[in-house]
Nanobody, 117 residues
Framework: QVQLVESGGGLVQAGESLTLSCVAS????????MGWYRQAPDKQRELVATITSGGNTDYATSVKGRFIVSRDNAKNTVYPQMNNLKPEDTAVYYCNVRRQGSAYNYWGQGTQVTVST
């Protein structure tokens, strides 16, 4: 099992920045893709950004150019640096991890990000 603990959520004003972090623990061998998803009220969970163990990244169109995802493999941690936040970025943000060669998803408990106008 892999346990994921997120931190860094909170309330910010539009235009400000926020950085989340997610630390993986437990059976953390062969961690593959790490990333972030988000779910706003009455909406489906959607991809925000992912990063492979080799550093290849993928972003949702809505956050491209504003968010930067990075990871520290030595610390089993993944970060999204979220810049120029907008009210539509308000959501619960979930950390996601898959092992290399596996389609099984591990999820964190989520952290709330609220962007006010």
């Amino acid at each position: 099992q892999v346990q994921l603990v997120e931190s860094g959520g909170g309330l910010v004003q539009a235009g400000e920045s926020l950085t989340l972090s997610c630390v993986a623990s437990g059976s953390i061998f062969r961690l593959g893709v790490m990333g972030w998803y988000r779910q706003a009220p009455d909406k489906q969970r959607e991809l925000v950004a992912t990063i492979t163990s080799g550093g290849n990244t993928d972003y949702a169109t809505s956050v491209k150019g504003r968010f930067i995802v990075s990871r520290d493999n030595a610390k089993n941690t993944v970060y999204p640096q979220m810049n120029n936040l907008k009210p539509e970025d308000t959501a619960v943000y979930y950390c996601n991890v898959r092992r290399q060669g596996s389609a099984y998803n591990y999820w964190g408990q989520g952290t709330q990000v609220t962007v006010s106008t």
